[in-house]
């Protein structure tokens, strides 16, 4: 059975009625997404339209892609599925691990959930998709994470293998969409296929506006997963959400990101994960400073020191750093500046910037973005090199938009 998208003015009656037709059809899920909007104007995550997923839960063995994110109303998915009397049989853990205390990179273990008693199984690291013998007990899948809307961000990574996954396995998936903090932008070189890896899969912009719930229908779609034809894809929709709507995060989605600002502030400073200086990792303000121990354009001071669950060895730990405070400007969307002007002033003391070439690639999903700027070329020169691939994106992603 499949269902069309709904239009955006569904009544409440027919998401009524909508319900009651997928309880009646226990034996397949619906390919395409349930678009709906409640009657109400406030911001309703997918998580929280129970009434849209709940039977299509009902009587099946559970596996969940989840982590510290996946919460209604501070009540996590975890515990709000127990006490729908819902049989969970797997939880599966992204980078960061289940509970989101995991520094980045760090190794993430199969464990047991202390609290529930349920078995986690890591997908960061060699095992970034779950294993036939760890999919043979489920009939359903369900991914809830909240993304922040930036390639590199390694949740929407973690999404591709699960469809993948789900795909090979033939078990249907659910995906309770949320919102993108920064959904209002689409920036940034589109990933060259050349610079695939794990902080870049898919042929997108650095910031590429969509929803994972969105982001979802086009990896199957473009068909960018191995067998997509077989994903039985279900998308639970935000209910009254725009693009453009600035969303504040209830729950850090990564112990990195901490607040607004550093979100807002990762687009543009994630790319000095592949430079020798500090983004402040090891501080309380991560991704809100830039700094180096040896010269400056500011004067700002912090030490990085060992975090641990958030930064174990940090880019010059120990070391006192002078540089930028950016926790108090207005910062959105994509800046090149900061990356350029630290990069010349590199040039003049004869240092080196980019200390690691192939993955400032791989970040940018290109080698032309770390060329251009060696070549000394503007933040405009740049940005305009990048307009004719964000047109084909923008015509590219449209089939698969949810949302104004």
């Known amino acids: 059975m499949s269902f069309a998208r709904l239009s955006a003015a569904t009544s409440q009656g027919a998401i009524l009625l909508l319900v009651l037709l997928i309880s009646a059809c226990s034996q397949a899920l619906p390919v395409d997404s349930v678009k709906t909007q409640a009657a109400s104007t406030e911001l309703t995550i997918g998580a929280a339209q129970l009434d849209l997923y709940l039977p299509l839960l009902a009587n099946k063995r559970v596996g969940l892609l989840v982590n510290q994110t996946a919460t209604v109303d501070e009540l996590h998915l975890v515990d709000l599925l127990l006490q729908q009397n819902i049989n969970i049989e797997t939880i599966f853990a992204p980078e960061h691990g289940f509970r989101g205390n995991y520094d980045a990179g760090a190794q993430v273990n199969n464990s047991i959930d202390s609290k529930t008693g349920l078995k986690i199984v890591s997908l960061y690291g060699a095992n970034k998709a779950p294993t036939p013998t760890q999919l043979t007990n489920i009939d359903v899948l369900v991914f809830d994470i909240q993304d922040v809307g930036v390639r590199y961000y390694t949740y929407i990574s973690s999404l591709h293998y699960f469809m993948q996954a789900a795909a090979a396995a033939k078990i249907p998936l659910l995906v309770l969409d949320r919102p993108n903090p920064n959904a209002a932008f689409i920036d940034g070189p589109v990933l060259d296929l050349a610079y695939q890896s794990f902080v870049g899969m898919h042929p997108i912009p650095l910031l590429h506006g969509m929803t994972v719930g969105e982001l979802a229908l086009m990896i199957k ?26 969303y504040s995060l209830p729950v850090k989605p990564s112990p990195n ?137 923008k015509q590219q992603r449209q089939p698969y938009l949810l949302y104004p």
């Open 221 to 246: 779609g473009e068909a960018w997963i191995k067998q997509a034809d077989n994903l039985q894809l279900t998308v639970i929709p935000l209910s009254n959400y725009r693009h453009d709507m600035a």
């Open 257 to 393: 990101l901490p607040n607004d600002q550093a979100i807002a502030l990762y687009p543009s400073l994630g790319f000095f994960e592949a430079t020798p200086l500090s983004i402040g990792r090891g501080t309380d303000f991560p991704f809100q400073v830039i700094g180096y121990d040896k010269f400056s354009l500011a004067n700002f001071s912090f030490t990085p020191v060992s975090t641990p669950g958030a930064a174990l060895t940090p880019p010059l730990m120990n070391t006192p750093v002078l540089g930028q405070d950016l926790r108090q400007v207005h910062s959105q969307g994509l800046n090149l500046s900061y990356l350029i002007n630290w990069y010349q002033l590199f040039k003049q003391h004869n240092a080196v910037f980019f200390s690691s070439e192939s993955f400032m690639d791989k970040l940018a999903g290109t080698n032309k973005l770390r060329l251009q700027i060696e070549q000394g070329l503007s933040e405009e020169q740049i940005r305009q090199s990048w307009q004719a691939d964000l047109v084909k994106f």
